[in-house]
């Protein structure tokens, strides 16, 4: 099975612009899930898409945003850059029932987008 | 509400044994452990459910103290293999659709 693959892998952006991430899943997951990943604050949870909805969302501004296609692609999307938007964009996706009760199931990352904003 | 990892970065020789902790303030359903190689993308080693067993995962096994709201990682006759960074996810009960909560990681160097 091909694994989860994101692009593009790399990504040089301006402050003000906006900027589109692809990520398209393990064949048969369902869930795509949004990560921001920079040195000083670890892997940070941006929001998770089901079967076309968000079912979850982290603490980031609206500028942040994320759709899921009826294929299970997702696609997150950053308005008006800022510098601090720099970092390695991780996407995740599971397949429902893998951790063995009601909690996340089994996350399947991508090599991630390395998005810099200059 | 982020889970404190502990140590934040351990230097061992090969075959030398580590432990790695994840403690949280709150009551936790669940513990999931991730492991990430410089350049790569983070990939599971195991999840840890509330009243369930210590797993493991070749030389790599974890428990689940749920008194102390403490996962711990332990990394025996370590290989240079297992370099990387650590992180924990922790899963509370009262959280929405179980979301998971990451640890800053641990840094793990194996010297030959």
């Known amino acids: 099975k091909a694994g989860v693959t994101q692009t593009p892998r790399y990504l040089i952006k301006t402050r003000g612009q906006q900027v589109t991430l692809s990520c398209s899943p393990i064949?048969?997951?369902?869930?795509v899930s949004w990560y921001q990943q920079t040195p000083g604050q670890g892997l940070q949870f941006l929001f998770e898409?089901?079967?076309?909805?968000?079912?979850n969302k982290g603490n980031f501004p609206g500028r942040f945003s994320g759709r899921q296609f009826s294929n299970s692609r997702s696609e997150m999307n950053v308005s008006t850059l800022e510098l601090g938007d720099s970092a390695l964009y991780l996407c995740?996706?599971?397949?429902?029932?893998?951790?063995?009760?009601?909690?996340?199931?089994?996350?399947?990352f991508g090599p991630g987008t390395r998005l810099t904003v200059l | 509400q982020q889970p404190v990892q502990s140590p934040q970065a351990v230097i061992l020789r090969e075959g030398e044994d580590a432990v790695i902790n994840c403690s949280s303030s709150?009551?936790?359903?669940?513990v999931h452990w991730y492991r990430q190689k410089h350049g790569e993308a983070p990939v599971f080693l195991m999840i840890?459910?509330?009243g369930g067993e210590q797993k493991g995962h070749e030389k790599i096994s974890a428990s689940f103290n749920e008194k102390k709201q403490q996962s711990s990682l332990y990394l025996t006759a370590s290989q240079l293999s297992y370099s990387g960074t650590y992180f924990c996810?922790?899963?509370?009960?009262?959280?929405?659709?179980?979301?998971?909560?990451w640890g800053a990681g641990t840094k793990l160097i194996i010297k030959p």
């Open positions: 995740a996706s599971s397949f429902p029932g893998t951790s063995g009760g009601p909690s996340p199931d089994t996350q399947y």
């Open positions: 064949s048969g997951h369902r869930s």
């Open positions: 898409y089901f079967s076309e909805t968000q079912r």
């Open positions: 709150k009551a936790l359903y669940s």
């Open positions: 840890l459910l509330k």
């Open positions: 996810g922790t899963v509370r009960p009262m959280d929405s659709n179980y979301q998971l909560i």
